[in-house]
Every structure is written in C-alpha cells, then in structure tokens.
C-alpha cells in the first residue's frame, strides 16, 4: 500500500515565521503535490513536481515554495507566514509508469495555525 | 475562478436512500474525471473515475454518470449506508507531462442516517 506520510497533524506558527511542512512518500512516486484545503473552497493546487529538483506552480502558488531535493520527500515552505495562510495542508504523490491516470495518494494533511 | 463547480454543498440522506452529487466544468480539454472520498482526519482517496469516451461507470453501489454534450457528470450512491458518511470531491484534469492535473470541485458533506 502506498503511503504519503506528513511529518505534522497539527502546526501553530506565529505571523512572520519561516514554515516549513515536511512529505515523504514510500512507493518511488515520480510526481509529487501540495495542495491547501478550505471549506467552501476544496482543494487548491499549491506546486507539484514531477522528477527531483523540478517544481511546477499551481493554481495559488502565491506566498509558498517547495523543495524536492530527494524523490521520497516534498517540502512545502511559507516564506512569510500570515494569518490567511492557516489552513489544512495535503501532501499527495502519484506514479508516471504504467497506464494512464494513475491516482494521486494523500497524506492526511497537517493543520496549520498562524497566529 | 471555479474550473469544476459541485453541488450540493452538503447532503442528507436515510439509509438505503440514493445519494446524488452533481458536478459541472467548463474547459473541454479535460480527459478525466475522479471521484475522491473524504473521512474526516484522513486524506481523500480515490473512489471512481471515468473518461469522456464512456456514458456511465459502475463499481459496486457507486455510479458515475457523464454526459459530455452538456459538459456534466455525477455520482450516485445506491443503497447509501452510514459508513459513506464523508465529504466527496469531483476532479478533472487534463494530461501535464506524463501524470493528471486535478482541479477539484468544492466538495460535497454526505450524511447517511441509520
């Protein structure tokens, strides 16, 4: 089974704070994601990635960076943190080979709290 | 901009009922359409999924239908039990390099009463 493990369930940082979420992945997955989850809105595509060292703004990519310096492991960063960014956060992952449309596999999300 | 737009925002139905979540998109490039199921404290996981090719897809209780001249599908939950108690989400996406880009709806709370 594959797993998608996020290093936090629940994350309070303070206004200004550098932010780091952590994401590994055990299954040698080629793409990687970040995605914000609020209610109302659903989730929002934050960056990808799709090979080590590669990263792909998505949709809100405003106020956030990535890191994937090793294939099992996606870091999202908060360069700033502000309050607007508190929110649910998932980690997913999903494979290139094989047949098409491969699913993308979540983590269970970290809670982040800016104070 | 909303690319997928779900409905209802939430749903109550009784045991044995049938559950019906409705998504529209507009951008006709899309290829693929997942259905993702939610548990509270958990990750979404894929449920179902279907491409433009096929009308409707079945697996167990759960049935997407597609309709591509009106650019809609939907999923139905026959013989609804408390166990599907979650929040569902539509997607689709179109081919990016290899992998699917999902787009998402803004999700649907089911509640099965006993």
């Known amino acids: 089974d594959v797993k998608v493990t996020q290093s936090s369930r629940y994350l309070v940082k303070r206004t200004g704070e550098k932010v780091f979420l952590e994401c590994v992945q055990d299954?040698?997955?080629?793409?990687m994601f970040w995605y914000r989850q609020d209610p109302g809105l659903g989730l929002r595509l934050i960056y990808f990635s799709y090979d080590v060292k590669m990263k792909e703004k998505g949709d809100i990519p405003e106020g956030y960076s990535v890191s994937r310096e090793k294939k099992e492991r996606f870091s999202l960063i908060l360069e700033s943190a502000s309050t607007n960014q508190t929110s649910m956060y998932l980690c997913a992952s999903s494979t290139s080979s094989g047949r098409n449309n491969q699913p993308q596999h979540f983590g269970d999300g970290t809670r982040l709290s800016i104070l | 901009q909303q690319q997928v737009k779900q409905s209802p925002q939430s749903l109550i139905v009784q045991k044995g009922g049938i559950s019906i979540i409705n998504c529209a998109y507009e951008n006709t490039a899309f290829d693929y359409f997942p259905w993702y199921q939610q548990f509270p404290g958990k990750g979404p996981a894929l449920l179902i999924a279907i491409r433009p090719d096929v009308s409707e897809k079945k697996e167990g209780r759960f049935t997407i239908s597609f309709n591509k001249s009106a650019k809609q599908f939907s999923l139905h939950i026959m013989d609804s039990q408390p166990g599907d108690s979650a929040t569902y989400f539509c997607a689709a996406s179109k081919r990016y390099t290899g992998f699917q880009k999902l787009v998402f709806g803004t999700g649907t709370r089911l509640l099965v009463s006993p």
């Open positions: 299954m040698d997955h080629e793409n």
